[in-house]
């Protein structure tokens, strides 16, 4: 049973590594993380870029190119484009943003002809250990769509219920979260938590159990959950899945954990024939390197379906 | 400079106690709370309600009800009145919820005759000292306004300040939180943060410096809004007062930081003639002593103005 970023960590124990296209490497954050995530077996590597600049950055940063592919593109959505054709074509496993724009790099995941399209909404998934919660939580959506409709959030449900069973979580529970438990009309939140519920219930969505709308203290602390009253609830502090009303209560959540509370987490984006890596300048090294590990680990599940 | 929570307490030396009017007070953790405050010479109380079961529950929990004063009023809604009309009339400074529904005691505060009213608007404050962040926060509204239009959002930030104040905290730094630190014309939260900034830069908002939309990381964490880029930014990691967008946002957040980082808080509602002290059966033992703190330096304040 996976609980921890070390039980994802394990689970590439078991799997060739996988191979991640840069587009536009020339970066040196996300060199670093590249280079960590060779030497932790995690995923090799197809850098796409300026190589000079490449080989200008990885002297600086003291990094070993020889075992690296480069593929020499200057020019920005050229490079994109090649790295994301990599990962369209079956040569590369995953896909990650450097030195690029995050509309553009967009446009290159969504790109017809060599992107990454299922048809499937893209959805933002991040993936927290933290210290004091027993578990893995899987938040979304913080960065990605910002006002989900009822129909967005039954998406953002699959996608990242697809992500927790790579993770080794069969049939997560699903918090679609609130400032209450109970349903308020004056609260669309609430509405919207109540009838992806019900659509659970009745069959409407799948592989999952989804019970809301909860608090956060319901969702994530048992202890509250059984103060509160446990009594007719699925989830009693034990969500994997926290479903956020919108991007704002989302993003302040995120961050909120990142800065104050003892954690370890990574990203990707989800709902692509692949997983797409879309780290942002402010996340640190660490988060840069799980975000690999989960995208290699979400791989390995899309290679055997 | 008030930094921490212990600094907050330190401020009740210096004045005479505070007397607190409890309405119904028959319930076990307010009395445990209210017994602590006395010890710790945080507050005096007044027990209004069941006077037998008080007493009932004062044997069980080992209080000696010697030093309080008890007015023996069964019927709820009468026992709230009774309780408001103490503090009204200036025979206690503050007033807080025993068993009674959130919506009666809230009925008793706005009562035309006895209650708290001053024609400004309510709102909520919970006051944060977080291990990792330098200095307090003050978290609006996570609790009580709902979807606050930029006019509730004027008044939350006249409302907070004056706490801020009352805590000795001069001209607090107000970060209007949202996803993202950008102007976005389709997220309605970025666009009112804007006009509380321009608001506040010509002088319709004072005592205080508002500079949003900002994101979490931006508001609390110096070393995130360096590298983000500070140039022109008034707020850098060190804003004193966290406006949500709403309130799934702000209880959250509340509840993320109750439940995961180091954390020390009390709450109160203000915008009334006297602290309002409105603890949830979900608040732990220090929350409301920490609350009864808080509303008695709040309450030394008014005092004085």
Redesign the interface.
């Known amino acids: 049973m996976t609980k921890t970023f070390n039980d994802l960590l394990a689970r590439l124990d078991a799997c060739d590594m996988k191979k991640v296209a840069v587009a536009v490497a020339q970066d040196a954050p996300v060199l670093e993380a590249v280079k960590a995530a060779k030497e932790r077996k995690i995923a090799d590597s197809i850098l796409v870029g300026d190589e000079e600049k490449i080989r200008a950055i990885a002297k600086e940063i003291d990094m070993d190119l020889t075992s690296f592919e480069i593929i020499n593109v200057v020019d920005t959505m050229e490079a994109a484009l090649t790295a994301v054709k990599l990962v369209h074509d079956g040569k590369a496993d995953m896909y990650m943003k450097g030195l690029i724009d995050t509309k553009s790099f967009l446009k290159s995941v969504l790109d017809k002809e060599v992107g990454l399209r299922t048809g499937k909404a893209l959805s933002h998934v991040c993936v927290f250990d933290?210290?004091?919660?027993d578990h893995l939580l899987f938040l979304t959506d913080?960065?990605f769509m910002?006002y989900p409709t009822l129909e967005d959030k039954v998406n953002i449900i699959k996608n990242t219920v697809e992500i927790c069973e790579a993770c080794g979580i069969d049939n997560p529970k699903v918090a679609p979260?609130?400032?209450?438990e109970v349903v308020n009309p004056?609260?669309p939140?609430t509405v919207d938590a109540a009838e992806l519920t019900r659509m659970n219930n009745e069959g409407e969505i799948t592989g999952c159990i989804v019970d809301g709308p909860l608090?956060?203290?319901l969702a994530?602390?048992p202890e509250?959950a059984q103060?509160?009253g446990a009594e007719g609830r699925k989830i009693v502090g034990d969500a994997d899945i926290l479903l956020?009303?919108?991007?704002?209560?989302?993003?302040?959540?995120?961050?909120?954990?990142?800065?104050?509370?003892k954690v370890i987490n990574g990203n990707i984006i989800t709902g692509t024939k692949a997983p797409v890596i879309l780290t942002s300048?402010?996340d640190d090294f660490e988060t840069k390197v799980n975000s690999l590990a989960l995208g290699a680990v979400v791989a390995e599940k899309l290679k055997n379906n």
Chains 1, 2 share one sequence.
Do not use: Q, W
Request: net charge positive; proline share 2%; aromatic share 4%.
């Open positions: 933290i210290e004091g919660v913080v960065a910002t979260l609130a400032a209450v004056k609260m939140a608090s956060m203290d994530i602390c509250a103060h509160k956020f009303p919108d991007i704002h209560a989302g993003n302040l959540v995120y961050k909120t954990l990142v800065h104050t509370a300048r402010s």
